[in-house]
């Protein structure tokens, strides 16, 4: 059985970190390393996104409104990214979804928005440390994918998904690559439950504490298709060397 059938991605997650200096940097750093083998995804925060031009690497947003257009304060529509060159927009991170109250509903319209406008969405879902040391995490991570799926069905096919547990973001305490290999083996089984081939396709990346050490033996298991990438995504030499750990594999 071939070790890995999804072409890999590593997705860079900037959050509100960086600055034009580092897009610079970054851009400069990804020209000079052959990376032919793994999708590459820079998302600096919105404002940095006119700065870049993308060589190499994609471009994605860490947010973008469920609305097309109008008297909407502070924020950016699918068409306005879709002029900057942006590809990937996240969706559905948790900090979204604690921190500005984005509930499933919200999840499923800004996903849709992303779709129509012929962007991939990068749809996050995770379990807090409670949900997971009460045993139930797998049954909570289906109902945050099935509220996707019913929202927009077989274009599921047209997403990247992402789990992030929560207890992992920003803690230094990575799942293990048999705890990530599980969850992203279930939850491929669970969508295979109505779509079968699209969940074969399907690219799940795994975010929370990835690093240049770590990064090799989380994307060699074999559901695990690359990383969402935050704190490491930062610095110039950590990030090439996540992505090359993902363009290196068997
Ligand atoms: O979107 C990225 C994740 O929240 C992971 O962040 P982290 O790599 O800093 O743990």
Redesign the pocket.
Known sequence: MPAHVRRPMV?G?W?MNGSKALVSAMTQSLSEVSLDNVDVVICPPMPLLACVEPNKFYLGAQNVSQYDAGAYTGESSTSILSELNVRYV?VG???RRELFAEDDQVVVQKVQAVLNAGLTPIV?FGESLKVREEGNYLEFLYAQVDAVLNGIGAKIKDCVL?Y?PIW????GNTASPEQAQQVHAKVREHIAQEYTDIAAGLTILY?????AANAAELFSQQDVDGG??????LKTDDFIAICQAANNLD
């Open positions: 997705a997650n959050k996240i991170h948790s900090e996050c992402a992030e992992a973001i920003g803690t975010g929370g504490s990835v690093n969402l990438v935050g704190g490491a995504s």
